[in-house]
């Protein structure tokens, strides 16, 4: 890799403070932007420099970014989509902003991200892929548990591939909770752990949640995340199995993730179109 510094544009959670270690691993100088209102005080101790910036601020992003001699940039970390909805406590955008939101043909979350990676590439700013600096992170294809899922799990997650596949092609969520090949629940705005609380209470014991890239899914942004929260909230529903797209998700603290399920019982998939084809 031939560059010497990026920006790291950051949402809230784990995900940005990992790419940000990794990134100084790799010898990168490291300038985190942190979106506000949110904020990232973990990222802080580990990036070089951190700068806060109005999320709506995009001229702002770009000036930043441009004085800092900033030409390539990674985007990572949860950014609430509700937050377009509420008015002074969202995102309350900029003129640039405010014309790239109203040029757009709807606000799904490709939609958003394509606009906004234009105008930064235009102003001469790369965005890099998350998956870059999480290589070890990406879940691999099998079974990653010592509990293999029983037989009507490996139904209900052929069933929830189906469906998660075809909610991703609408631009809906990337995940769906399924018991006895049905759906209780798929992802909207909320996200992935309210979306397991949701199905997981109405279910009941043994729900199945999975969770798939969206076709065509562009590795830059919004690859699908879970951690140590999305395990907890299983055992709070009493989800008992947990399907991953193979060498599509990231799995933060990888480790730590699957010596947890084992311990509560949880079986963890990376799942592929191959295994779910297969009888």
């Known amino acids: 890799m031939s560059i010497k510094r990026i920006g790291l544009i950051s949402g809230s959670g784990e995900l940005p403070h990992v790419i940000a270690l990794k990134a100084r691993r790799m010898g990168l100088h490291v300038t985190a932007i942190i979106l506000s209102p949110l904020d990232n005080k973990k990222l802080r101790s580990v990036a070089d420099e951190a700068h806060r910036i109005h999320i709506g601020h995009l001229a702002g992003l770009i000036s930043l970014l441009r004085d800092s001699g900033i030409e390539d940039v990674v985007m990572a970390g949860k950014v609430p989509k509700d937050m377009l909805f509420r008015g002074n406590n969202g995102i309350s955008p900029d003129p640039l ?21 234009g105008e930064l590439e235009q102003n001469g700013i790369r965005v890099m892929k998350t998956t870059l600096f999480t290589n070890e992170l990406i879940t691999e294809e099998g079974i990653l548990t010592h509990r293999r899922p029983e037989r009507r799990e490996w139904m209900d997650i052929r069933f929830g591939w189906d469906i998660a596949r075809k909610i991703g ?26 979306t397991i ?37 299983m055992k709070r529903v009493r989800a008992s199995a947990l399907a991953l797209e193979a060498r599509r998700c990231i799995i933060l603290d990888k480790d730590r993730f699957i010596k947890r399920a084992d311990e509560e019982g949880i079986s963890v998939i990376g799942i592929s179109k191959r295994m779910v084809s297969q009888d």
């Open 97 to 117: 902003a405010r014309r790239l939101l109203g040029s757009l043909k709807d606000l799904s979350d490709d939609t958003i991200m394509k606009a906004l990676i």
């Open 169 to 194: 092609g609408l631009q809906i969520g990337q995940t769906v909770v399924v018991k006895d090949r049905a759906v209780v629940a798929i992802e909207a705005i909320e996200g992935t752990d309210q």
């Open 197 to 233: 609380k949701r199905g997981g209470t109405l279910a009941g014991e043994g729900a199945v949640v999975v969770k798939l890239s969206r076709p065509g899914q562009d590795m830059r942004y919004d690859v699908p995340v879970v951690g140590m929260k999305t395990l907890n909230m």
